[in-house]
């Protein structure tokens, strides 16, 4: 789970929403009145304030002040008078509920602590003012900021970085905060957990002895030395150790104070404690680790633990699971399912153990269960683990740290809490989609629906867990009122099956359409957390309105035109820090636009990105050259304009020099989107060195590919392997299936059909086009690659998967984005790509991603119906910008 997303959940119990849109009650500077000759505006979750008359450079040293949850409002209030009376640029965090959030247990470790940002205008001014607030705020504390150096031992901080916010691409080709080199080249400004200014900044004397002072933090007199890191969140990290009296391994956990807050506002080092107290109270459980000792470096808090074999549930789990496969052997599922129900058996045990001590663990899932065999008998044994969230029963207390998978509804208390997570897991260990009870509770008939067709488990086994997630005021007692059962839920989950084209795409639209927002500036649909990230995010094509309205018309679905006039307002003047790729910016939004019919509008956007430095974007299709080139060149052909094309050309020879360095494969990052550019290049110009480089292109992500025991080629990650879409094989695949066109390829023709097979596994985690089973599903319904894997009955039963994911909203079928934690419109990862997907597999592969036509067969039935690209009026050509 990528713990980043729960920060956007908050907001709207469907979608992914900023988490500014539930600020909650502002501090009160944030509700004063600006200051005579200042102005101020919003920025996510900071507010800024700046005199009128100030000039900022565009970086250098500034100061960052901490604060907990307690002292904040004092510390704001000091800080705002101290700057606004001497006219200092300032930015602050305007609520609790932020502060709260930035400083959460998965918030982002690089960022927590930080409450206000002070800009100095040069260095002398940077002493000064961290002087003045290390003496103004003496006593106050705050989270340790991990990315900044501490000025003495209070809330004040620094760091060397950007004030005006810029961006460039790093070298895995994502867009990042930038700061400017002394060759005057942008370049990632860093913003890791770890105080790293650029090499070329010299760190001023009156840092010196603070930095000294870091340095002198060290294990020495601890009786435990750290081996290896096995895991992070804001609130510290957990460690591999060893006791050096005994030569005991270990586990250390570590506890930031004031960081890594809960729910309940308890930071990580009352959270340690918490656990010391559980496990002292459970002390010769074999079931979970013994204390080991305790001690502090710095402020730092540590518990030393038992280290326990094994490993946890999910690693067996992703290992064992018979739906990897395409088409699992029923004694394999008996032999899983028998497993299955021993590893449950075993962790109800555990849990029994646990509660018989008084203790409640409200923390229970896959992560949370370290699972051993009998190296001799292959029976499975297990413990808990992790229990800075247990409590006695008698506190009564609500989940205040939980996996969004395994978390209560808040009505319950005590032991149901762990009862909850125990029937989560009986469907998780199936079907591991529990995340979606979140949003939906009567998911959880459905996925024991499902589970009880793919697997020999005692339905009885799967009802039980039915019936403890649907039961209403579990409160700390039983499942239920005494004597009662839950009625299971009769009648089809779904709306519409994924299977039944007609209907499920009226569905999918209607879908589409109700959860539009026009009153909304920042986005049409709601979906990804990534259309919060960039200027222009909820436009884009990707992750925004653009996307959604392609997807929309390729599949037929009527002219829309009040979502249409919504994008075009938004892209008359795209924002400032406007991307300029294909999928997150203004290259996406030229096309979309012409394609849509606004060619004017697209033309206009064309001129924009020409004026800004698109050489300098990375050479991926996703964000840089090789989606600006693609989208240039289509241009070029729809219009007639030569300066287009000239351009596209050179961003073929940009990306091709820029490619050796990609540290990323696949479609939308690596070397493949690069290569479909020059083979569309290729097509239009038939010059030769354009389909060498494209060869070469393809061959070097193939180079970062595996084939499985099972013959599937999958690209290798080192920790992982990866099939799908966007950064794995299959994405490869796609742009392979227009080879054969041009040229033999031995290499080529055994990887498409390896690549088929790694398309085939019965079950995938997420809905999505780039990292689900949507991607597969267009992928297979394009792919001319012969043989089995490709036919109607193959794709037919990836279809019917998508159930597994699938939602109602509002009586529409609709689809959850990435992390499966709330539903997504858009095409990167929700339901417009979905509606894509089916919509290429209807029709037999005509519907597709831009720049991905299908290769031309007589057998495929004829396409949906599009709209033409067409001007509003017929205005000249302008001259364009020669690259």
């Keep these: 789970m990528n713990k980043g997303y729960a920060a956007f959940c908050d907001a709207d119990r469907w979608f992914y929403d900023a988490a500014y849109r539930r600020a909650g009650e502002s501090f009160r500077q944030a509700l004063a009145p600006v200051p005579e000759g200042w102005t101020t505006h919003r920025s996510g979750d900071w507010l800024a304030l700046r005199p009128l008359d100030l000039q900022l450079p565009s970086q250098g040293w500034k100061i960052h002040v901490s604060a907990g949850l307690d002292n904040a409002e004092a510390v704001l209030d000091e800080v705002h008078a101290y700057c606004v009376e001497r006219r200092i640029a300032f930015k602050f965090v305007p609520s609790r509920y932020l502060l709260h959030l930035r400083n959460a247990k998965y918030a982002d470790r690089a960022a927590s602590g930080k409450f206000l940002t002070v800009y100095p205008a040069d260095a002398d001014d940077c002493r000064r003012i961290a002087e003045d607030l290390d003496a103004l705020l003496a006593g106050e504390s705050g989270p340790y900021i991990l990315s900044d150096l501490r000025w003495n031992d209070g809330p004040v901080h620094l760091r060397y970085g950007s004030f005006t916010l810029r961006h460039c691409h790093d070298e895995e080709g994502e867009l990042v905060p930038a700061i400017e080199a002394p060759d005057g080249r942008l370049v990632p400004d860093a913003r890791g957990p770890v105080f790293q200014p650029p090499a070329w900044v010299e760190l001023p004397d009156f840092l010196r002895p603070h930095l000294d002072k870091r340095a002198a933090v060290t294990f020495e007199g601890v009786p435990y030395t750290v081996e290896r890191a096995l895991h992070f969140s804001n609130g510290g990290g957990v460690y591999a150790g060893r006791d050096t009296r005994t030569g005991e391994p270990v586990v250390l956990k570590e506890g930031r104070p004031f960081a890594g807050l809960a729910a309940d506002g308890a930071d990580a080092v009352t959270r340690l404690h918490r656990e010391r107290r559980a496990l002292e109270q459970l002390d010769g459980l074999d079931c979970v680790p013994s204390v080991r000792g305790s001690f502090t470096v710095g402020d730092h808090h540590f518990l030393a633990l038992q280290y326990l074999d094994g490993k946890p549930l999910n690693t067996y789990f992703a290992r064992r699971h018979p739906l990897i496969e395409a088409d699992p052997d029923p004694a394999e599922l008996a032999a899983y399912t028998d497993w299955a129900l021993k590893i449950h058996a075993r962790v109800t045990d555990a849990v029994d153990a646990v509660h018989s001590r008084g203790i409640v663990f409200n923390d229970l899932h896959l992560f949370n269960i370290m699972v051993s065999e009998d190296p001799d008998t292959g029976e499975p044994s297990v ?9 006695h029963v008698d506190e009564g207390l609500r989940q205040t740290v939980a996996n969004p998978a395994y978390v209560a509804p808040p009505d319950r208390r005590g032991f149901a809490v762990d009862r909850y997570a125990l029937a989560c897991l009986r469907l998780a260990l199936f079907l591991p989609l529990t995340s979606l009870l979140v949003m939906d509770r009567a998911k959880a008939a459905h996925l024991a629906d499902v589970a009880a067709e793919q697997f020999p488990v005692p339905r009885s086994f799967l009802d039980e867990a039915v019936r403890e997630i649907l039961s209403e005021g579990g409160g700390g007692g039983g499942t239920a009122a005494a004597g009662s059962r839950t009625p299971l839920p009769t009648g089809p989950y779904l709306p519409v099956e994924p299977g039944d084209w007609p209907a499920a795409r009226a569905s999918m639209e209607a879908a589409l359409r109700v959860s539009a927002t026009p009153d909304r500036e920042d986005r049409l649909f709601p979906g990804d957390p990534a259309q919060f990230a960039t200027a222009g995010g909820g436009a884009a094509f990707g992750n925004g309105a653009a996307g959604v309205l392609y997807a929309l018309a390729e599949t037929g679905a009527a002219p829309w035109p009040e979502a249409e006039e919504w994008l075009l307002a938004r892209t008359k003047a795209p924002g400032s820090g406007t991307p300029p790729g294909f999928y997150d910016g203004l290259a996406g939004l030229a096309w979309t636009h012409d394609r849509l019919g606004h060619r004017e509008r697209a033309m206009a956007l064309v001129d924009r990105l020409l004026d800004q430095p698109w050489q300098s974007a990375g050479p991926d299709l996703h964000s840089g050259l090789a989606g600006i ?10 219009t007639g304009e030569s300066a287009l094309h000239t351009a596209a050309l050179h961003c073929a020879d940009l990306a091709s020099e820029a490619a050796p360095g990609l540290k990323r494969t696949g479609l939308l990052h690596g070397h493949s989107g690069i290569a479909l550019l020059h083979l569309r290049l290729y097509a239009r110009t038939g010059d030769p060195e354009l389909l060498r480089r494209a060869a070469r292109l393809l061959h070097r992500d193939l180079d970062h590919c595996v084939t499985s025991a099972f013959g599937t080629l999958q690209v290798d990650e080192g920790w992982r392997t990866m099939p799908y879409l966007g950064a794995g094989s299959v994405g490869i695949g796609m742009v ?5 066109a041009h040229a033999p390829d031995d290499r080529f023709e055994k990887a498409r059909t390896r690549i088929v097979q ?20 267009l992928y297979l319904s394009r792919t001319t690659t012969p043989g089995p894997g490709t036919r109607s009955e193959d794709i037919a039963r990836q279809i019917e998967a998508l159930a597994r994911h699938a939602l109602p909203y509002q009586g529409r079928l609709a689809f959850p984005g990435e992390q499966m934690m709330r539903l997504s419109m858009d095409l990167s990862t929700g339901t417009a790509g979905v509606l894509l997907a089916l919509g290429s597999a209807a029709t037999g592969g005509r519907i597709c991603l831009p720049f991905l036509p299908p290769p031309r067969t007589a057998a495929a039935p004829d396409p949906v119906p599009r709209r033409g690209a067409v001007t509003h009026r017929d205005t000249p050509a302008k001259e364009r910008k020669q690259p």
Aim: hydrophobic share 60%; no cysteine.
């Design 383 to 391: 413990a808990l683990v992790d229990f800075e969230a247990a409590a």
């Design 629 to 638: 080139g693609l989208a240039l060149d289509a241009l070029g052909t729809a």
């Design 736 to 740: 392979l299936d227009d080879w054969p």
């Design 758 to 777: 790694a398309a085939q596994a019965t079950f995938y985690a997420q809905p999505g086009l780039f990292r689900g089973a949507a991607g597969m599903i």
